[in-house]
């Protein structure tokens, strides 16, 4: 059905071996901001986002949704990038806590971490909504269901968090996690040829690679770049198993 991989291994090496050759990043730790412009709005999100945006993922079933315990007909129902937006608080947070140590924000952080392991699956699976609420549709709808997404950002904040307080926990889960996911998706016979619908776990896997040195982490960012566009669409091949018409998507075109 789809035409066989190609894969560059010069290219693939060069990518491994010297990441960032035009450009690297300076470490976040390292920089100290103090203007009169951009010092006062992270001073503002440290104070008053992080704390709000917390009571919002609280107040709204977000944190709940971790303890997988929703039942039908309860509302509200886990969204499919409820996780996604967890994700974000919790990189936010640890950026923060690596340069201005607090001690609330701390407490708060350690919590949400325990509630995104203690929700991990025993192969390495981590969503709240397709563990809850449709396991029975787990990968089989990745140009619209946000799984890689949500996976990505699991991953950032993951990296985030081990590089703010030096701690594995979370960061062993999510490589478990890439682990599983480097199982299902890839060229190889038996595995799925797709590709995420929202762009994202791409560069996730990339930081994942430069924290862990696993270089299949790399290869992985790779290859669901390099299949995106591949004909014949892969998502026209999931529509088709899901009992749907390509020709009906909403958007008209995958281009």
């Not at 440290?46 to 919002?56: A, I, K």
């Not at 993922?57 to 303890?67: K, P, S």
């Not at 325990?114 to 192969?123: G, H, R």
Request: with cysteine; hydrophobic share 40%; net charge negative.
């Amino acid at each position: 059905m789809f035409p066989p991989y190609q894969e560059d291994a010069s290219t693939l090496s060069l990518s491994i071996e010297q990441p960032g050759l035009a450009f690297t990043a300076v470490p976040w730790k390292d920089v100290t901001i103090d203007d009169l412009f951009w010092a006062a709005r992270l001073r503002a999100n440290r104070e008053h986002t992080l704390p709000h945006l917390y009571r919002f993922c609280q107040e709204t079933g977000r944190l709940d949704a971790f303890r997988l315990d929703w039942k039908p007909g309860r509302e509200p129902v886990p969204h499919i990038f409820w996780d996604s937006d967890v994700a974000k608080w919790l990189e936010a947070a640890c950026y923060s806590l690596a340069t201005h140590p607090d001690a609330w924000l701390s407490q708060r952080v350690d919590e949400v971490v325990a509630l995104i392991l203690a929700a991990q699956q025993p192969d390495g699976y981590l969503n709240t909504h397709f563990t809850a609420v449709e396991p029975e549709k787990r990968w089989t709808n990745l140009r619209d269901r946000h799984e890689l997404y949500c996976a990505g950002h699991l991953m950032e904040a993951a990296v985030a968090h081990f590089q703010a307080t030096g701690k594995r926990t979370l960061l062993d889960a999510l490589s478990r996690y890439a682990d599983y996911i480097d199982s299902v998706f890839g060229p190889e016979p038996g595995k799925k040829r797709g590709y995420p619908g929202h762009e994202e776990i791409e560069l996730a896997l990339v930081k994942l690679y430069r924290v862990t040195g696993e270089k299949r982490y790399l290869r992985l960012s790779q290859y669901f770049i390099e299949e995106r566009g591949r004909q014949p669409h892969y998502y026209d091949a999931e529509a088709r198993l899901r009992g749907e018409d390509p020709a009906a998507f909403w958007a008209g075109t995958y281009e």
